[in-house]
Antibody, heavy 121, light 109 residues
């Protein structure tokens, strides 16, 4: 059974930093691209970052570019999101999601339960 | 950047059919994926590649995609289908790779 378990969320002051982790199990982690997706309270889903299997391709949404860094450790079956210079608008539940990609599209076929990040003074 | 538009809400009686649309410029040329999200839970993939049901998803869920509109259809709606539904495409032409629709709240009367 595919399992993705996020951790590292919490309350942080504006301008602060936080590192999220996602522990993967039940599949060959090193064979799948991965994503971080977030959802602010009462709003829809927002994709924020993608990393390929070998970390050779990395993308960010404009809203987090320059502040967030995605990374992975295939040996540890883990995905990370380093979040710096946090703003109130970064308050959200953060999900890690496995990306199943064909030649023309990618779909997130498995999701973690999410971790809540609250940015407030 | 590519935009996906969904109606904010759909109401349907139990046993009837719910149709949830996702509009985008020439969306028929892209693969569309659909997620169901119940309150307090993570999204669950219910349709991928326009019309393919993942393992474990009831046959009552179906999808289609043509022209400027993709549609998720839920037949014989049950109370447990009440949720938010999001469409998604992959937009490799820009850095905004994953594009999600605005979401549709399905209410079972």
């Amino acid at each position: 059974e595919v399992q993705l378990v996020e951790s590292g969320g919490g309350l942080v002051q504006p301008g602060g930093s936080l590192r999220l982790s996602c522990a993967a199990s039940g599949f060959t982690f090193g064979s799948f691209n991965m994503n971080w997706v977030r959802q602010a309270p009462g709003t829809g889903l927002e994709w924020i970052s993608y990393i390929s299997v070998s970390s050779s391709s990395i993308y960010y949404a404009d809203s987090v570019k320059g502040r967030f860094t995605i990374s992975r450790d295939n040996a540890e079956h883990s995905l990370y999101l380093q979040m710096n210079n946090l703003r109130a608008e970064d308050t959200a539940v953060y999900y890690c999601a496995r990306a199943e990609c064909s030649g023309t599209s990618c779909v997130s076929d498995s999701w973690g339960q999410g971790t809540l990040v609250t940015v407030s003074s | 950047s590519y935009v996906l538009t969904q109606s904010p809400s759909v109401s349907v009686a139990p046993g009837k059919t719910a149709s949830i649309t996702c509009g985008g410029n020439n969306i028929g040329s892209k693969s569309v994926h659909w997620y169901q999200q119940k309150p307090g839970q993570a999204p669950v993939l219910v349709i991928h590649y326009d019309s393919v049901r993942p393992s474990g998803i009831p046959e009552r869920f179906s999808g289609s995609n043509s022209g400027n509109t993709a549609t998720l259809t839920i037949s014989r709606v049950e109370a447990g289908d009440e949720a938010d539904y999001y469409c998604q495409v992959w937009d490799s032409s820009s850095d905004r790779l994953y594009v999600f629709g605005t979401g549709t709240k399905v209410t079972v009367l």
